[in-house]
């Protein structure tokens, strides 16, 4: 009897191990992938932001020096304060734009599906293709059609956007916020389909008007929603480098200080200067930056809800 139950025991064990063997094989080729492209790269980061290295010679550890030389840096500033001014502005002014068009193509209006799809379709595109199109219509010149209605119809100054210092940061908000908030609006429409109309009825019966609907009773069904895409527009902000080098690089790809953000600064010190360890200790810091901000959204709303 012992020896069936023995023999019982390793038939189930290696029949556990076969299945474990099964499931590791399905796992195995992505996270083989995972540790080659994303793991492997961010330890190595971290080890070089405590190193000097252009990428030919010996590296050499430097300590934090490679902080202090970017803290010195005016170029990192620079970005680093574009950065938090773009995330600032770009981040409401984009949830409020993609909330509103949802609020408004979920109501039941004549070509809402096209409406929809026309919203939808700049976050689709191709970025050289919209990025092209919207340089076109904020040409510098007096000949472009954004500053030929500013001038004709408002009687200003025409303006150079992204040619200029002073609203080159602007014009690259302007283009993010329309490129991205259909994205969003379409996360916010599936919010709203997710509230129940019983509410409402509720809320008509005692007389409350539309505002005080969608103070009391679309807010805060939609507070998990607005959280999730707060957390990912914070993140994409932080992150951005495409749209300014599509908007602001110029021919040669140079960004002036006024459009530099984080991510572009990262990009220069890395494959143009070849200071490999200034550009991790800088992308460690952006991580660091977005660490906190997400630590902080999640602890407020927690806070939130417990209230």
């Known amino acids: 009897m012992a020896a069936e139950l023995t023999a019982m025991e390793k038939n189930m064990k290696r029949r556990a191990r076969r299945r474990n063997l099964v499931a590791y094989s399905f796992i195995a ?11 492997g790269p961010i330890v190595l980061a971290l080890l070089m932001s405590f190193a000097e ?59 809402r599906d096209f409406f929809r799809t026309v919203a939808f379709f700049p976050y689709v595109a191709s970025l050289v293709a919209v990025a092209a199109v919207w340089n076109m219509l904020f ?13 004709n119809v408002f009687h200003a100054a025409p303006l150079k956007w ?18 991205n908030m259909g994205y969003y609006m379409v996360i916010y429409l599936a919010g709203l389909q997710g509230i ?10 005692d007389g409350a008007s539309s505002m005080q609907k969608f103070i009391h009773i679309t807010i805060p069904q939609l507070r998990p929603t607005t959280f999730f895409v707060t957390i990912m527009l914070t993140i994409n902000c932080f ?22 953000v984080l991510v572009f600064y990262i990009y220069e010190e890395a494959f143009r ?13 952006l991580f660091a930056i977005v660490l906190v901000v997400t630590i902080i959204q999640f602890r407020g709303e927690k806070n939130y809800a417990n209230d």
């Not at 609203?167 to 329309?178: A, E, K």
């Not at 992150?239 to 530099?260: E, F, P, Q, R, W």
């Not at 200067?273 to 550009?279: R, T």
């Open 29 to 39: 080729p992505n996270f083989i992938g995972f540790a080659i492209f994303t793991l």
């Open 53 to 111: 290295w252009d990428g030919s010679n010996a590296m050499k550890f430097v300590g934090l020096q490679n902080f202090v030389n970017i803290f010195k840096d005016d170029r990192f500033i620079a970005s680093l304060k574009n950065t938090i001014v773009y995330s600032i502005f770009t981040v409401p002014i984009t949830l409020a734009m993609a909330l509103g068009l949802a609020i408004l193509l979920n109501q039941k209006i004549k070509g």
């Open 139 to 151: 040409t510098p010149a007096k000949g472009g059609i954004v500053n030929q209605i500013l001038m």
């Open 162 to 179: 992204a040619a200029s210092s002073s609203t080159v940061m602007l014009t690259i908000i302007m283009f993010s916020v329309w490129k």
């Open 196 to 205: 129940s109309e019983d509410l409402y009825e509720a809320a008509a019966l």
């Open 239 to 260: 992150k951005v480098y495409d749209i300014v080098y599509m908007l602001a690089g110029g021919s040669n790809g140079v960004v002036n200080k006024s459009a530099m």
């Open 273 to 285: 200067n070849w200071k490999l360890g200034q550009a991790s200790a800088s992308a460690l810091v």
